[in-house]
């Protein structure tokens, strides 16, 4: 009987077998919450879908997951679309995903609010890094299909409002898989033109059509560019990531060429007002200047020029008059000083004098009283050796020649 005893691999696979091949498990579709979420390196989402009741393991390879415009997260409601089989590692039957959105609610429309939410964090939508609209543009970019209403409408506009602005195109694709790069390329190829403003848009259509405005290459573009960016995307209810990150957001192309250009008629009737005004300002002015003229002419001082001339003459003679007195006062004043200092001065110098007679008399003295020749007066004698004045009689010796000054000759004298 051993013989009917089959391994756990066959039984597994029987029933793989059996599942795989039930039309009903093939395209099953699901809805349920989504709880032990994990996106793995290589781009495949694991996870497990349940309800109040049961849960089923779930597995999006990477060729459905890149198609997902939203990161799936734990208790995210969705509803998925697979088939149903076995794996035979672990003999649980899952579901193999092959899409998801979000129950109610459209993949694009999920992406579109996380991309959103996670730019508003990085302050991308931040008034403070709006750039302001030049109010008369010389040379305008635009990027859009070269061909189509929304060119047509922007260049018409332009060229009826204010025609003397250049407007260059720069061709791009605004649907499909590689249009949010080629408007990327376009932006970055404006950054050699020195716009004044680039207006990045196109007609209206269905959110899948103008998804690539709401990329975050493009996104990320318009945020770095240096040039005023005005988004002009679909219709007026349309409103796409471009439109909040851009300078300024218009409800249509048309919109955008009215916003960025002005009404040549508006520019011409401001300028009429300028005139008007500036008129009007000259004549109020010439008429307050003549007013004033005919108050200086009719003016006490014009008509009566000498009668300024004789007050400021008697105004001068009484200064002057002042400035004598105080001259006289100041003499006056200084005489007494002056002797008062003369009387000071001579009696320093007297003193100063006597003073220097004394000291003279003194020291003079002092020179008598040295004088050598005022000794020899008195009897005595200098006596000389060699014509060198002897100070000693130890400093002779025998037959030396001796000469003696007194006061009245010179002696020459011999040592015996």
């Excluded at 716009?195 to 996104?219: P, T």
């Excluded at 401001?270 to 200047?289: F, V």
């Excluded at 000389?384 to 002897?390: E, Y």
Aim: charged share 30%; proline share 4%.
């Amino acid at each position: 009987m051993e013989e009917n005893y089959i391994t756990v691999t066959q039984l597994t696979r029987y029933i793989k077998y059996k599942i795989d091949n039930d039309p009903n498990l093939n395209r099953i579709y699901l809805k349920g919450e989504i709880s032990n979420f994990k996106a793995h390196s290589r781009g495949h989402f694991y996870f497990t879908i349940k309800d109040e009741n049961s849960r089923i393991n779930a597995i999006m390879f990477a060729s459905s997951a890149s198609k997902v415009k939203f990161m799936p997260e734990d208790g995210m409601k969705v509803l998925v679309s697979g088939r149903v089989s076995v794996y035979e590692a672990t003999g649980a039957y899952q579901i193999y995903v092959d899409e998801m959105t979000e129950d109610g609610v459209g993949n694009l429309y999920i992406a579109f609010e996380q991309l959103k939410k996670k730019l508003a964090k990085e302050g991308l939508f931040d008034p403070a890094h709006k750039k302001p609209i030049p109010k008369m543009p010389e040379k305008i970019g635009i990027i859009t299909a070269p061909t189509g209403a929304a060119i047509r409408d922007i260049l018409s506009t332009i060229k009826r409002r204010w025609p003397i602005a250049e407007t260059i195109l720069f061709p791009s694709l605004v649907q499909g898989a590689e249009a949010a790069e080629d408007i990327v390329r376009n932006i970055e190829l404006t950054k050699s033109y020195d716009l004044d403003v680039l207006i990045i848009g196109r007609g209206g259509g269905s959110i899948e059509d103008m998804w690539c405005f709401n990329e975050e290459i493009v996104a990320r573009a318009i945020y770095d560019l240096d040039t005023p960016v005005v988004s002009a995307v679909g219709h007026e209810i349309d409103f796409t990531i471009s439109d909040y990150v851009a300078d300024l957001r218009a409800p249509t192309p048309t919109g955008a060429a009215e916003m960025v250009v002005p009404n040549k008629q508006d520019f011409f009737d401001y300028l009429n007002q300028i005139y008007i005004r500036i008129n009007k300002g000259i004549n109020n002015t010439i008429s307050q200047k003549n007013d004033r003229l005919k108050t200086l002419i009719n003016s006490y001082v014009l008509k009566n020029p000498l009668n300024i001339y004789e007050v400021k003459e008697q105004k001068f003679d009484n200064l002057f008059e002042q400035l004598i007195r105080n001259i006289n006062v100041i003499i006056e004043k200084n005489k007494d000083r002056r002797s008062s200092l003369e009387e000071h001065l001579l009696l320093a110098i007297d003193n100063n004098l006597k003073n220097s007679r004394a000291k003279f008399t003194l020291e003079l003295e002092k020179l008598e009283t040295l004088n050598p020749i005022s000794t020899i007066k008195r009897g005595y004698g200098i006596v000389r050796i060699n014509g060198k004045v002897l100070e000693s009689a130890k400093k002779t010796k025998k037959d030396d020649n001796l000469e003696i000054e007194l006061k009245d000759g010179k002696v020459k004298a011999r040592v015996c």
